[in-house]
């Protein structure tokens, strides 16, 4: 893995080296392995290295036989020996053993359309001199990151904001409406960023720029049909040939490789095919937390166990959370909500003392259907067809009168669910995640932002950016549109982005077995029965690997990182969220209402409501204000 950054120029002017260093520093965590830099008129790419294939040969950036294209890339492409054997048949020359260099000959035999041949995950910025066109492209899933701007018809692009904004002319204003997603989704959803005019290129997209112009286009899609036939033994074995081939080619590495084991049956499933295709011990790591409802340390034991592989534990307290937010937030670069980032943080930092590569479950959900929404969505449906004055009314009334659970992992909690029947009638069914979620609604949101900000903004366009999702699904089953568009949005906006970031934040490689596209795209066509049946997700993933894993693991539900934050803030953490919400900053008197802050705390603080999720993503948004020299666009 590495990091990119880049600027070219219609006008043809150098590119000043100092700025490209400056870039560069703040990716230095990224690549501390070495750094390289390109300039030619008009151009320029710096880059820094995690050298994991070809760790002597492999320095970038990278050019083709006659020094016509270059190439800076921050990921892997599992396929590349394939692929370079391929090449040279056909009399391309590679200087290297890397798969960097093979994406330059493809774009030689294939043009823009080199990224279709990629198996892996990836961002990379290729300069073709000879028509002075620049291609960034990323990855179909969305696992490596890419930003881009322009500022005075100059071109920036880097892999981090916090590198991009380095070379700016000009620090970008806040852009309000992207903060309104933020609060209703827990992330800024691409192409937006918190910065007005600075974009992420989307996943599966490339940008093409040639003088001084540039178009983004998408590549590639996940398709839901036509649906697999065969029986379920057939599908199931074929399943765990595609699972162990995707782990397989994740195993290449020329340094120290291990997984993080969560002791759910993603990860599980991943540490079982990597014991059983390695010749050694495999590493690996776990998280868990004081409070044993939400620690699932004694599930990955017992998979750690059954494999004999050299296990390694971290426990988090709520201490570790004052103490590392403001450097998160640096890596993130803007408002980033989603708790399970404090618990990989800490995880990626243990595992970097061992190991330079780890491999993960990521995916596996998406793909399967392993959330509780998934089962919830249909009784759910069923629920909106009653009389209006029983869902509108009643029901939620008297879950009102219930106190919260705040000692309870997400989904552990009937209380809590029941809390939530108001929100169902107020939340477009096709917006599954947002009906679900402890974020902010848009009724929420109207209470909380000024009455000059509420008025101007559209406090729905997070539910209408779902729903145009679910809408233009290639798929025909509500689930299939589901988790589509769970696809799009939450896992390239939320998950994949805690992934990269949280791991790269220690120099740490993390590879997603369950995210190789081709897997991701034959469980998309799986039968709809085969992802979820009864009362359980993931049927056929439990049954193809229930031979694999202990009994414990492929009957239990999904946890995942779940943080007791309804406690902690209701205990330990209340008196540093109200220093940060009504003390450290002026920015809630710029953007939102006291009182409703106040209500917020004094609710949580009571029992009456668990707010946990709200407030730290209150608190998140106020240290990463503080860190703004610009409050709010013009």
Not at 338 to 365: F, K, M, Q, W
Request: charged content about 25%.
């Amino acid at each position: 893995m590495c990091g990119i950054c880049g600027v070219v120029r219609s006008d043809n002017a150098p590119v000043e080296t100092a700025l490209l260093k400056k870039m560069n520093v703040a990716l230095a965590h990224r690549g501390p392995d070495g750094d390289g830099y390109y300039h030619n008129p008009g151009v320029g790419f710096a880059m820094r290295r995690l050298a994991v294939i070809d760790v002597v040969g492999g320095a970038q950036p990278i050019t083709n036989e006659d020094e016509s294209l270059w190439i800076v890339y921050n990921g892997e492409s599992y396929n590349y020996p394939t692929l370079s054997a391929d090449l040279q048949k056909r009399g391309h020359r590679f200087r290297t053993q890397t798969d960097t260099e093979c994406v330059l000959h493809l774009y030689e035999e294939y043009g823009v359309d080199c990224v279709k041949h990629l198996r892996g995950q990836f961002a990379f910025a290729l300069w073709d001199e000879n028509t002075r066109r620049l291609m960034i492209a990323r990855d179909r899933l969305g696992q490596k990151p890419l930003y881009y701007t322009m500022q005075g018809g100059v071109f920036f692009f880097a892999s981090e904001l916090t590198s991009l904004c380095a070379g700016l002319p000009q620090r970008p204003a806040i852009h309000l409406p992207a903060i309104d997603h933020f609060l209703g989704l827990q992330y800024i959803p691409e192409p937006l960023t918190p910065y007005e005019g600075v974009y992420k290129l989307p996943a599966a997209h490339r940008l093409i720029w040639q003088n001084g112009d540039f178009h983004t286009e998408a590549y590639w899609d996940l398709d839901y049909g036509p649906k697999l036939e065969g029986s379920e033994d057939d599908l199931a074995a074929e399943l765990r040939e595609r699972a162990r081939q995707a782990v397989e080619m994740r195993l290449i590495s020329e340094v120290p490789l291990g997984a993080h084991l969560s002791g759910g049956i993603d990860s599980s499933i991943v540490v079982a095919l990597m014991a059983e295709i390695s010749h050694e011990s495999v590493k690996t790591f776990s998280v868990g937390f004081e409070e044993s409802a939400f620690s699932e340390l004694s599930y990955a034991r017992s998979v750690a166990e059954r494999y004999e592989t050299d296990h390694h534990e971290f426990t988090l307290s709520f201490g570790d959370i004052p103490a590392t937010v403001n450097t998160m937030l640096t890596h993130f670069g803007e408002p980033f909500a989603d708790p399970s980032a404090i618990p990989l943080y800490h995880l990626s930092r243990l595992t970097r003392e061992y190991v330079t590569v780890a491999l993960n479950g990521d995916g596996g959900d998406e793909a399967f259907a392993g959330y509780l929404r998934y089962r919830l969505d249909p009784w759910a449906n069923r629920y909106l067809k009653l009389p209006s004055l029983l869902t509108n009314k009643l029901l939620p009334a008297a879950a009102g009168l219930l106190p919260d659970r705040a000692d309870r992992p997400v989904g552990g909690s009937l209380i809590n669910g029941l809390k939530r029947l108001g929100q169902l009638t107020t939340i477009d069914p096709r917006a599954s995640i947002l009906r679900w979620g402890s974020y902010f609604s848009p009724d929420f949101k109207k209470e909380l932002w000024k009455e000059t900000y509420h008025k101007t903004l559209d406090l729905q366009k997070s539910e209408r950016l779902l729903i145009e999702r679910f809408s233009s699904a290639p798929a025909a089953s509500y689930l299939d549109r589901t988790l589509y568009t769970d696809n799009k949005t939450y896992l390239p906006g939320d998950l994949l982005v805690k992934a990269d970031r949280m791991t790269m934040a220690h120099s740490l490689e993390g590879r997603s077995p369950f995210l190789d596209h081709e897997f991701a795209g034959w469980a998309a066509r799986l039968p709809e029965g085969l992802k979820f049946r009864g009362r359980q997700g993931k049927y056929l993933l439990r049954k193809a690997f229930a031979s694999y894993l202990p009994d414990e693991i492929t009957r239990r539900g999904k946890q995942g990182f779940g943080i007791p934050l309804g406690a902690w803030f209701r205990g330990p953490l209340y008196e540093w969220s109200r220093e940060v919400l009504l003390t450290l900053g002026s920015y809630t008197d710029e953007w939102f209402e006291r009182p409703a802050l106040e209500r917020i705390l004094k609710e949580h603080k009571s029992g009456r409501v668990d707010h946990g999720k709200r407030l730290w993503a209150l608190v998140v948004l106020g240290l990463w204000a503080e860190m703004q020299p610009q409050r709010i666009a013009d």
